[in-house]
């Protein structure tokens, strides 16, 4: 079974930067997807960023040209570097991975609040 664990969570201020990890516990490399979602209480989990181990990127809509995600293959790791936060940006962020058969994992979620 995979096992992720997000870490970087905090207060940030409007216009500040902060950057999200998730370590597996396996070897990434069995994931053919990973990213992350955030959620709102009262909102459905919406999508953030997600990566293939092609390298391909999605994104949302409203996190476009603020929000990078890459994978770190050496540490296991998937980070999300999160630029120019806005109050709408505050959310518990949850990390996903999908495998190659199409087995979903999550992570505990880690929560983002943006505030002055």
């Known amino acids: 079974q995979v096992q992720l664990v997000e870490s970087g969570g905090g207060l940030v201020q409007p216009g500040g930067s902060l950057r999200l990890s998730c370590a597996a516990a396996?070897?990434?490399?069995?994931?053919?997807?990973m990213g992350w979602y955030r959620q709102t209480p009262g909102k459905q989990r919406e999508l953030v960023a997600t990566?293939?181990?092609?390298?391909?990127?999605n994104y949302g809509d409203s996190v476009k040209g603020r929000f990078t995600v890459f994978r770190e293959k050496a540490k296991n790791t998937v980070s999300l570097q999160m630029n120019n936060l806005k109050a709408e940006d505050a959310a518990v962020y949850y990390c996903n991975g999908l495998d190659h058969w199409g087995r979903a994992y999550w992570g505990q979620g880690t929560q983002v609040t943006v505030s002055s």
């Open positions: 396996v070897d990434s490399s069995s994931l053919y997807r």
């Open positions: 990566i293939t181990s092609a390298g391909t990127t």
